[in-house]
């Protein structure tokens, strides 16, 4: 694999030129994933952090074949890779991206979170905050709250509560 990397003009890097003024060309790949064809969850940041540009890449799968989204909570590792295997084609629309570089004043998180919601409006998807450990973790009581919060505040502001005590 190195090979083809080298052979594309890509380079890999070691945190220690994260200082460096030089730019690096990385290729990634899932640095943010999405929920079946409908949602862009959260990018990790950590690919956004060494600067460079990124060139983002669209992809949404078309499921007239075979549905490319592996439910892990229904289906195991191998009856999926049979399925992906099986099936007749796997058919998808694939975007290649104008190259985004980070702003001047941009932390990775933002930067991360402009990136995704780029390639969110072109596939087409919505943009989620979180990721994926959600489906396996129990959510922090902090997390529901806040949620419970911004409910209420358009409640209110919506005017379809009659005397404002319900938050």
Not at 51 to 58: E, K, N, R, S, Y
Not at 64 to 90: H, Q
Request: hydrophobic share 35%; with cysteine.
């Amino acid at each position: 694999m190195w090979s083809v990397i080298r052979s594309k003009g890509h380079r890999s890097f070691s945190p220690s030129l994260q200082e460096s003024k030089c730019l690096i060309s990385s290729l990634t790949s899932t640095i943010g994933t999405c929920i079946n064809n409908t949602s862009v969850m959260m990018f990790e940041k950590g690919s956004f952090e060494v600067g460079g540009t990124i060139h983002p890449v669209a992809i949404k799968y078309d499921p007239c074949f075979e549905d490319v989204f592996w439910n892990s909570t229904k289906y195991s590792m191998m009856t999926y890779i049979f399925n992906m295997m099986t099936s007749w084609a796997i058919v998808c629309n694939l975007w290649y991206l104008p190259p985004m570089v980070k702003e001047e004043e941009e932390d990775a998180v933002h930067f991360a979170n402009r990136v995704k919601a780029v390639i969110a409006a072109r596939g087409g998807m919505s943009v989620l905050p979180w990721d994926g450990g959600l489906k396996r973790k129990k959510i922090k009581e902090s997390f529901k709250e806040e949620q419970q919060n911004k409910y209420c505040q358009i409640v209110i502001e919506s005017g379809t509560v009659g005397n404002g005590n319900v938050c």
